[in-house]
């Protein structure tokens, strides 16, 4: 069905900034919605933000006019950058990808994520 690849995690001090991304392949043109989760040890899943079919994209409230999430079609690649970041910005980040199989069969992809720290 789906196949997800982030790159683009590191270190980096505070206030710099990160570029994330997420390589889709296989049946791509059955993707509804693209997400980048982050996942900090003690801490649930949570998500970061999302470009839904129809345009729509929104933001975590802890992450708005500071991170970025965009798309190349041609490459069928998402981003995150990732600007003015804090240590609190510090977890694994995953890409997920959710569409339809067919009519009455929905996927759930996820990538195998990509570590953020980010140092004071």
């Known amino acids: 069905q789906v196949h997800l690849v982030e790159s683009g995690g590191g270190l980096v001090q505070a206030g710099g900034s990160l570029r994330l991304s997420c390589a889709a392949s296989?049946?791509?043109?059955?993707?509804?919605?693209m997400a980048w989760y982050r996942q900090a040890p003690g801490n649930e899943r949570e998500q970061v933000a999302v470009?839904?079919?129809?345009?729509?994209?929104n933001y975590a409230d802890s992450v708005k006019g500071r991170f970025t999430i965009s798309r190349d079609n041609a490459k069928n690649t998402v981003y995150l950058q990732m600007n003015s970041l804090k240590p609190e910005d510090t977890a694994d980040y995953y890409c997920?990808?959710?569409?339809?199989?067919?009519?009455?069969?929905?996927?759930?992809?996820w990538g195998q994520g990509t570590q953020v720290t980010v140092s004071s």
């Open positions: 997920n990808a959710r569409g339809k199989v067919d009519p009455y069969k929905s996927f759930d992809s």
């Open positions: 470009i839904i079919s129809g345009g729509r994209i």
């Open positions: 296989g049946s791509i043109f059955s993707i509804n919605t």
